[in-house]
């Protein structure tokens, strides 16, 4: 009699993806949206009228995870079998992307936009996401990025030339991926401390991507580290800067002035300092990824206090970083960087959903509900966000709880 996704659900407490509500809510969930909220327990009332009425502690938004590479599985840390990885056929590269987008929704991480891949199969992970009945999380794809011949990023992206090779390579990229993916410098130098490479591409030039992307309808986001790549990144206006170690403060002033945003992705530098027999990283070494680390952190409580906009993004698929649980890592190195975690949970929900242009980014009526149930207030005890007890997806469907 009920049709498909449609409940009441009564909760203790709620975060709506900005605020905090600490009192008694009833909602309304039909046909996978939500559709109406109100203070108080109308659970009975709503038995007598028929509704499947169900009770949690706590629910949010679902969390997403605004940078991945789903095609990498990050729980492998041999680097001899990560290259091994890529040399598989397309379906096997798929299978793991697949598994990827499991292991994302089941802990709650109902949406990641993925950062880049070379063979199109985040494109086609977001085309099985949005078939009926899949259990993946939803999927924001870059498609393929674009890098500068014989420089990093060949894993991600395709080389463009000159000015005139930047602007169709934009145009044509754009035609099928949600945003553009500029690989505007190289990797972190872990032993040097340092980004050692010069930016693979001048402001004139990043500034073409730029302009190129925002006329097809479409925003950039920059992997991008070390103060000459800031430079250059917002100075053309790059809408997302990912990574952004070696940050500083006037480039977060322009980066809040032009309402551009930053994804910090603690996590892939956090794992070679908590990990360091792994790459075999000398004692000089791991004092220069935590002094990177605090730098980062020390950063991201100014931009935070600056007004800049923060996504949560994990790099899920670098080594050591586990597809959907690094998500709840990279909130406890926002948490240790002194934001608090009302303003985390934003950047985990709300910001994301936001930039990407999601008319409805709150957890308000007429948004589609796509929710995390836990068993406690992750404003008493953070943890409980590690092993959610419900997740529903983009279309209202209800899942089974993450296996811890
Ligand atoms: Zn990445």
């Given at each position: 009699m ?23 809510t ?8 939500l ?7 109308h ?6 009228q ?9 629910l ?21 079998q ?5 040399k ?12 990827s987008?499991?292991?994302a ?30 259990a ?29 090779s930047?602007?169709?390579s ?11 993916k ?5 990797i972190?130098?872990f ?6 490479d ?14 190129t992307?925002?006329?097809?309808g ?21 809408d997302?800067i ?7 403060r ?7 002035d032009?309402?551009?945003?930053w994804?910090?992705?603690f ?6 300092w ?7 990283w ?13 730098a ?13 906009r923060?996504l ?8 050591g ?22 303003a985390?949970?934003?950047a ?6 936001r ?15 796509e929710?995390v ?14 092993q ?16 811890p």
């Open positions: 009920n049709p498909p996704n449609t409940f009441a659900l009564v909760v203790d407490q709620w975060f709506d993806g900005e605020q905090r509500h600490a009192q008694r009833t909602m309304k969930v039909v046909d996978g949206r559709e109406a909220v109100a203070a108080g327990d659970g009975d009332a709503l038995i007598g028929g509704w499947p009425v169900e009770r949690g502690a706590f949010m938004p679902g969390l997403v995870d605004a940078h991945v590479h789903l095609f990498l599985d990050g729980a492998s840390t041999d680097s001899k990560r290259s091994e990885h890529l598989q056929p397309l379906e096997a590269l798929t299978d793991t992307a697949r598994r987008a499991a292991q929704l089941a802990n709650g991480v109902t949406g990641v936009r993925d950062g880049g891949d070379r063979y199109g199969i985040n494109h086609r992970l977001r085309d099985e996401a949005r078939s009926p009945g899949s993946l999380s939803q999927v924001r794809s870059v498609g393929l990025g674009v890098k500068r011949a014989k420089r990093y990023g060949a894993f991600m992206a395709t080389d463009v030339g000159d000015d005139d930047i602007r169709s934009v145009r044509e990229l754009a035609r099928a991926n949600d945003e553009i500029l690989i505007l410098t190289g972190i130098d032993d040097a401390g340092a980004v050692t010069e930016p693979q591409f001048t402001l004139e030039e990043a500034r073409s991507v730029v302009e992307a925002h006329a097809a479409r925003k950039v986001m920059a992997h991008c580290s070390g103060f000459k790549g800031l430079v250059v990144a917002a100075g053309a206006g790059v997302s990912e990574h952004g170690f070696f940050m500083d006037t480039t977060l002033a322009l980066m809040r032009k309402n551009l945003a994804t910090p992705t996590c892939p530098v956090h794992f070679q908590a990990s360091p027999e792994v790459a075999g000398s004692a000089q070494t791991v004092g220069h990824l935590r002094r990177i680390l605090d980062h952190a020390e950063h991201l409580h100014l931009a935070h206090q600056m007004g800049v923060l949560v993004g994990t790099d899920a698929g670098s080594m970083v586990e597809h959907g649980r690094a998500m709840f890592d990279e909130i406890d190195r926002f948490l240790e960087a002194g934001l608090p975690l009302a985390v949970l934003r985990a929900t709300t910001e994301p959903r930039h990407f242009g999601d008319p409805q980014p709150l957890l308000a009526p007429g948004a589609s509900f929710a149930q836990l068993a406690a207030s992750p404003f008493v005890d953070v943890q409980v966000l590690r959610p007890q419900r997740v529903w997806d983009a279309a209202g469907r209800r899942l089974p709880a993450a296996v």
